[in-house]
């Protein structure tokens, strides 16, 4: 048996609902196809966003949606996106697939999804090959509310009023992608760029996020703060992270989302554990620099990354989503909880059709996947306060090199009052019974969820509902405890009313 200590009166911090955050990009059938299809299009749609599509992200409470890019961000010269749209700009995306990108989603469409999802607005912008007077005018254009050249080209484009740009990041990897900088230089430009990203409204001021780390390159980290930092003013509200699950950690043999055994579960999960190492070093040296912790740890790219499903384009990064992608999105939001003194935001790589994504589309055809399910379980996490808790765990995996520990954990008091627990079991072949032990708490009572299944178990065109969450009613309460198995290979959530 494990137990799992749970003390409702230690708060460990906010949990921003930006933890759950999203990430589209112009790559692949992500934006064109699975989240926009044009006015004309027989797929039902608003303003020419899919209805079916907007529907299911509304169920997950997207919190908060990062656009342009990735690497597409670096290359993405706004204007070309504004305007009628039979006189935008078409031009290839170098970067995917060397497709035809005709521009006719930009700004005014972002905004307009922004709108429907009901979400915050995240834009990434051009640093790597755009100029400071473009970012500048970006964010002229969409936030000023006044008399000024670029406050009325988007009156004529129509949109009277401003909108509300949350967050803005200067630039994206741009220790690769986007532009190959050293962090003494990206730092440096960083400085230059950001002074011009302007808070119009005082009352929504920009929250501007720097970019970060690949993966465990401390040095990056180091260096841009340094470069960035005077007296205690980094110039920054965040500064961004990315780190990919691969199975097998080597880019050009990444391994099948579908086709897998025992061993390449256990490495993926273990290589999926290695954020928690990352949080941890990354944030020690950010405390190095900003002891009060004011500047949030941003996980914008964050997910598994296979070969592309066989027949697709490679530059599409199209692939499928089983359990073992149910697994990597438990432990890691349960990780992004227990760190939310440090993470403000994390966006999944990426929301349709691409990477580790929560919906897929073919044609008018949708489907959730157990990624999407997760979300759903983990949703009564957004906005709550991060209590104290840990789980016991033991070892499990089939070589010694690959071993994980089987539980994962983390527990909030929600803003509805009650508790909120989620759980992963990633042991492939043992269920584990539970006992919590809730201090110093009258329980009244529990209700839970759960989503298991097969490792390899996913949703299909054809079988949409393969994977998806049950209730699970064999917990039973008694005090300040809760007992209940956990079976192998899930994801659980359970809700503790007191
Ligand atoms: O998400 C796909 C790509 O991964 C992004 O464009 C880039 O930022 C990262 O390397």
């Excluded at 391994?255 to 954020?275: H, P, Q, V």
Aim: negative net charge; hydrophobic residues 35%; contains cysteine.
């Amino acid at each position: 048996m494990a137990k799992l200590y749970v003390n409702p009166k230690v708060k460990k911090g906010h949990i921003n609902p930006e933890l759950q955050g999203h990430f589209s990009e112009h790559l692949g059938r992500c934006i064109y196809e699975g989240l926009y299809v044009g006015e004309d299009s027989d797929i039902p749609n608003e303003n020419g966003m899919r209805k079916d599509v907007v529907e299911a992200l509304k169920e997950i409470q997207v919190p908060v949606l990062r656009w342009p890019g990735g690497c597409f961000a670096d290359e993405y010269h706004w204007k070309d996106g504004i305007g009628p749209k039979e006189k935008r700009k078409k031009m290839i995306n170098t970067h995917w697939g060397g497709v035809v990108e005709d521009n006719s989603f930009g700004t005014h469409e972002f905004m307009e999804l922004c709108r429907q999802l009901g979400c915050k607005t995240y834009i990434n912008g051009n640093l790597g090959s755009g100029t400071v007077q473009e970012m500048s005018e970006w964010v002229e254009y969409m936030t000023f509310d006044g008399v000024s050249p670029m406050a009325d080209l988007r009156k004529e484009n129509g949109h009277e009023e401003p909108w509300k740009v949350d967050y803005f990041g200067v630039g994206n990897e741009n220790w690769g992608c986007g532009g190959n900088m050293r962090p003494e230089f990206y730092g440096d430009m960083y400085r230059r760029y950001q002074t011009y990203v302007r808070s119009y409204n005082s009352k929504q001021p920009v929250s501007k996020i720097a970019c970060g780390a690949n993966a465990d390159d401390y040095h990056w980290t180091d260096k841009v703060l340094e470069a960035t930092f005077d007296n205690g003013n980094g110039f920054m509200n965040g500064l961004s992270l990315h780190y990919y699950t691969l199975p097998t950690g080597d880019w050009s043999k990444k391994g099948s989302a579908l086709e897998f055994d025992d061993k390449s579960w256990y490495r993926t999960l273990k290589a999926t554990l290695k954020m928690e190492t990352l949080i941890k070093r990354h944030s020690a040296i950010m405390d190095q620099y900003d002891p009060e912790k004011k500047i949030g740890m941003v996980i914008d790219e964050w997910g598994t990354w296979y070969d592309v499903e066989p027949g697709t384009n490679p530059g599409f990064l199209y692939q499928q989503n089983t359990m073992r992608d149910a697994l990597v999105a438990g432990i890691n939001l349960n990780l992004f909880n227990k760190n939310c003194d440090r993470v403000k935001m994390a966006n999944i790589a990426q929301m349709v059709n691409v990477l580790q994504s929560v919906i897929l589309t073919e044609g008018e055809k949708m489907v959730k996947t157990p990624t999407w399910h997760v979300f759903s379980l983990y949703k009564a996490h957004q906005d709550g306060e991060l209590v104290e808790s840990s789980i016991e765990t033991q070892a499990v995996g089939v070589e010694k090199e690959y071993e994980i520990p089987d539980l994962s954990e983390s527990v909030s008091l929600g803003k509805d009052g009650k508790l909120h627990v989620t759980l992963t079991n990633a042991s492939l072949t043992e269920d584990k019974e539970i006992e919590g032990v809730f201090a110093e708490t009258d329980i009244k009572s529990v209700k839970a969820m759960i989503l298991t299944n097969e490792m390899h178990a996913h949703n299909t065109f054809e079988n949409p509902d393969t994977v998806h969450t049950a209730e699970f009613e064999k917990i039973t309460v008694s005090g300040s405890k809760v007992k209940f198995t956990i079976p192998a290979c899930s994801v659980m959530h359970v809700e503790v009313e007191i």
